[in-house]
């Protein structure tokens, strides 16, 4: 899908026939030999609208009804809706000779990735 050198520091939206995401890194706990890497649904918790990131505070806002999530896609304790949402879901990631792998689901009503 992407590869560590072009991902940069900033989330990198992406959209397959069954989901909208974003993947970036995670450099809590990053060592020079292994770079962390987190993979969410752009999918919000509350009503399902696309979440947007925003680079200037690094955090996922939602247009329809200021839903918020941190970078990790934990509900922001800033937002108005925080006992309406749920953290975005994670997504299963893999890098292999510096290319990063996703795993999507396979079909819109799949609950399970594969
Ligand atoms: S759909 Fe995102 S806050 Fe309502």
Same mark, same amino acid.
């Given at each position: 899908?992407? *590869?560590?050198?072009?991902? /940069?520091?900033?989330?990198?939206?992406?959209? *397959?026939? *069954?989901?909208?995401?974003?993947?970036? =890194?995670?450099?809590? /706990?990053?060592? %020079? !030999?292994? +770079?962390?890497?987190?993979?969410?649904?752009?999918?919000? *918790?509350?009503? &399902?609208?696309? +979440?947007?990131?925003?680079?200037?505070?690094?955090?996922?806002?939602?247009?329809?009804?200021? &839903?918020?999530?941190?970078?990790? &896609? !934990?509900?922001?304790?800033?937002? $108005?809706?925080?006992?309406?949402?749920?953290?975005? %879901?994670?997504?299963?990631?893999? +890098?292999?000779? &510096?290319?990063?792998? +996703? =795993?999507?689901?396979? $079909?819109?009503?799949?609950?399970?990735?594969?």
């Amino acid at each position: 899908m992407t *590869t560590l050198a072009l991902l /940069g520091n900033e989330a990198l939206r992406f959209t *397959t026939d *069954t989901i909208v995401g974003y993947v970036l =890194r995670d450099d809590s /706990g990053a060592t %020079p !030999e292994k +770079v962390n890497i987190i993979a969410l649904s752009a999918a919000c *918790t509350h009503m &399902g609208c696309l +979440v947007q990131w925003h680079s200037a505070d690094r955090t996922f806002h939602c247009p329809c009804h200021d &839903g918020l999530f941190t970078e990790d &896609g !934990e509900v922001d304790k800033r937002s $108005s809706l925080q006992p309406h949402l749920s953290p975005l %879901p994670q997504l299963q990631t893999n +890098v292999e000779e &510096g290319r990063i792998y +996703v =795993r999507v689901p396979l $079909s819109k009503d799949d609950s399970s990735f594969c």
